[in-house]
């Protein structure tokens, strides 16, 4: 229904910033809500933020703490997410996904909601 590319991510020392960006596209664009979710190696995903395309409502896990903001870009088609003050437990592979229909936080943070995830991209924090 779309198709979600990331770009951004790489190599930081901790302390430091990196910008990820999603771009939609496809036959659902605008249709659908976009989040992020992380994986750590060996484990399955934890939900980061989202954002509602059409309210702009944002959601965060707590243990972000803040350091993390969810937006959308100028063009109306790109998702970014700022990590701020990074740490070395950030580090995993990070996926933007689309998912139609949540209203709370709770269906959000449910992997097994989402209809289209993008490739993944890494960001690796060294201390």
């Known amino acids: 229904q779309v198709q979600l590319v990331q770009s951004g991510g790489g190599l930081v020392q901790a302390g430091g910033s990196l910008s990820l960006s999603c771009e939609v596209s496809?036959?659902?664009?605008?249709?659908?809500?976009i989040s992020w979710f992380r994986r750590l190696p060996g484990k399955e995903e934890d939900f980061v933020a989202a954002?509602?395309?059409?309210?702009?409502?944002?959601y965060y896990d707590d243990s972000l703490k803040g350091r993390f903001t969810v937006a959308k870009d100028n063009t109306e088609n790109t998702v970014t997410l700022q990590l701020d003050n990074l740490k070395p437990e950030d580090t995993a592979l990070y996926y933007c996904?689309?998912?139609?229909?949540?209203?709370?936080?709770?269906?959000?943070?449910?992997?097994?909601?989402?209809?289209?995830w993008g490739q993944g991209t890494q960001v690796t924090v060294s201390s």
């Open positions: 496809g036959p659902g664009y605008g249709h659908f809500d």
């Open positions: 954002i509602g395309w059409k309210s702009g409502t944002t």
């Open positions: 996904a689309a998912v139609y229909g949540c209203s709370e936080i709770s269906c959000y943070s449910d992997a097994a909601n989402y209809d289209s």
